[in-house]
């Protein structure tokens, strides 16, 4: 039950549903009139990393940067305090496990996995699940475990179990138990773990020192994503969940238990319902009604502060946490939206807080000090798409300046770069499939990308397939891949620091690469993509067409 739950928040912002326009191109078989292409039209699907990429949907990849593979699903990701090491929280099928990455200005960064290898009976950890943390030593790893409410501690040197700390028990007068760990992350000295329990609405803050939980808050509903400003003083929860569902009439809560998804029902044939008892929305929905014989409770009005929101806390007594803001974010359930916004992703300035509105394309800015919206962003790439959804704005990563904010957009493969001070889209560039996670280097200059389906599974058979110890599943064989980015400079005249001229090697040692203006990013997101043309025209560009140079095979790149 409780591994079905963890799979339903994990992919609670997934649409895989996604923006579709127009295509025109020459087959062998007549046109049919209003038919809609993929991009790779009739192509199978293929890996390949050099070139171009054709995933199963019939989409086209091109990320930009280093491509490093690690396990699948990387929907946690972490960047140590030296800056040295990244760790992703690998959390969506065999094995579930973290892939640490050094090296990382290295031509080819080396990876490690705890545990190595694919599966096995006795895999510590048995579990994963988003959460992911690196101490002030760059050593000291934090993970959130899922669905057996642990926090595990491991040392990323010797790559073995050093403690773990515990969310089930009893704590200020209630008995919690099947916790589940979600997001989590440390204050800047690393004295506090602050941890999300989507099981219980709640934040968890434990000493990192003793090792304990010293407090405990209720929040939104199914709290997802966490930041922690960077005075240290307020810790940002964004609340995904839109109700909070009540028992059927006749099932008991489990004696001494806190928690909405603890109950022993002693015959769930007589006191459970086989069918749901109302549609959404309808008045049944808002106001309850009544299913053989049992009045079931409705859910109420779907746009309290306690749904797709952001919650601030007052963490500066971490003993006496406190709410002290509730944001709703993104268009409200209603005539424009017939769901939530599904906060999903967040990131925190001093002068700002972002929250990604991913069933709305959306980005909220909010002021930080009035804790009010001051704008919210449509993440539109393109005119001939405009109108429609499917971005799938994810995770968000801030410039250490503050300058540049960066989106995982998770629903067309790529990176949205914005400017953070005038909440401005600036452009895109092509990332990986799925991309649900960025991080930013210290200096600002790399952006580290979690793409959660890397470059696909490619065909699972046929001669030159190369059967693994994974086999020929499609969900153990899609490898997670990282992509390691110089950033583009916006315009054509900037350089980034770390690029030099081609083929001179720079300070640090590793090749040089030639970055492309951000504009020209953008123009080759939306060719190969097909979000081209004109609204109501649009059409398939050709390799060579629109200053899109081939690709090493002719292809579009």
């Known amino acids: 039950m409780f591994r079905d739950l963890q799979r339903l928040i994990c992919f609670a912002l997934i649409v895989f549903s996604a923006p579709c326009v127009a295509l025109e191109e020459p087959r062998k078989t007549p046109d049919i009139a209003g038919e809609l292409l993929a991009p790779a ?46 760790v992703t929280a690998n959390s969506g099928t065999n094995p579930f496990s973290v892939s640490i990455i050094t090296g990382l200005d290295q031509p080819d960064p080396q990876v490690a996995q705890i545990p190595p290898g694919f599966k096995s009976a006795d895999a510590d950890p048995d579990s994963v699940f988003m959460g992911v943390a690196i101490g002030p030593d760059s050593r000291t790893l934090y993970l959130a475990e899922g669905d057996n409410g642990r926090v595990g501690i491991f040392d990323l040197v010797t790559r073995r179990r050093i403690s773990s700390i515990g969310l089930d028990g009893a704590f200020e007068g209630k008995n919690y138990s099947h916790s589940l ?23 968890v803050i434990i000493d990192t020192e003793a090792r304990q939980v010293v407090s405990s808050v ?38 001494g238990t806190s928690g909405p998804y603890l109950t022993v029902p002693k015959s769930p044939r007589e006191k459970g319902l086989d069918f749901p008892p109302f549609g959404f929305p309808s008045k049944e929905a808002g106001e309850g009604t009544t299913v053989n014989g049992k009045k079931i409770p409705g859910l109420g009005d779907p746009n309290v502060p306690e749904s797709n929101s952001l919650w601030v806390v007052d963490v500066s007594n971490a003993a006496q946490p406190s709410v002290v803001a509730k944001i709703r974010t993104g268009e409200p ?19 700002r807080v972002f929250v990604s509105n991913s069933s709305q394309d959306s980005v909220s800015v909010i002021n930080a000090r009035t804790l009010r919206v001051e704008k919210t962003v449509l993440l539109e790439p393109a005119e001939t798409v405009r109108g429609l959804r499917g971005v799938l704005p994810f995770g968000l990563a801030l410039s250490p300046d503050e300058e540049r904010l960066y989106v995982a957009c998770a629903g067309i493969n790529a990176i949205a770069v914005l400017d953070a001070r005038r909440g401005k889209v600036l452009g895109y560039f092509p990332a990986g499939w799925f991309p649900a996670r960025v991080e930013t280097s210290r200096d600002g200059q790399t952006l580290y990308v979690a793409n959660a389906k890397g470059f696909g599974a490619g065909p699972n058979g046929g001669p030159n397939f190369a059967r693994g110890a994974e086999g020929t599943y499609i969900g153990d064989i899609t490898k997670g891949t990282v992509s390691i980015v110089p950033i583009p400079p916006a315009k054509s005249g900037e350089k980034n620091p770390r690029t030099e001229q081609p083929g001179s090697p720079p300070s640090g040692g590793s090749p040089a690469v ?30 060579g067409a629109r200053g899109i140079r081939r690709g090493r095979r002719g292809q579009e790149p």
């Open 514 to 543: 030639r970055l492309r203006p951000l504009k020209d990013e953008t123009a080759r997101v939306l060719a190969v993509r097909r979000f081209t043309g004109s609204r109501g025209t649009a059409h398939r560009v050709r390799p």
């Open 181 to 203: 760990t979600g997001e989590l992350k440390l204050s800047r000295d690393g004295r506090r773990l602050y941890v999300l329990d989507p099981a219980h609405f709640r934040l």
């Open 41 to 86: 039209s009739d192509r199978p699907a293929r890996i390949d990393p050099e070139g171009v990429t054709i995933l199963p949907n019939g989409r086209l990849l091109t990320p930009r940067g280093k491509q490093v593979k690690v396990a699948p699903h990387p929907y946690g990701l972490a960047l140590s305090p030296h800056g040295k090491t990244l």
């Open 333 to 351: 359930v209603g005539e424009k939206s017939m769901g939530g916004s599904s906060p999903g992703g967040l990131a925190a300035g001093r002068e």
């Open 218 to 255: 209720a929040v939104g509903r199914l709290p997802f994503a966490l930041a922690v400003s960077p005075d240290g003083k307020r810790v940002y929860v964004s609340n995904v969940g839109m109700f909070q569902y009540s028992l059927v009439p006749g099932v008991e809560p489990q004696s």
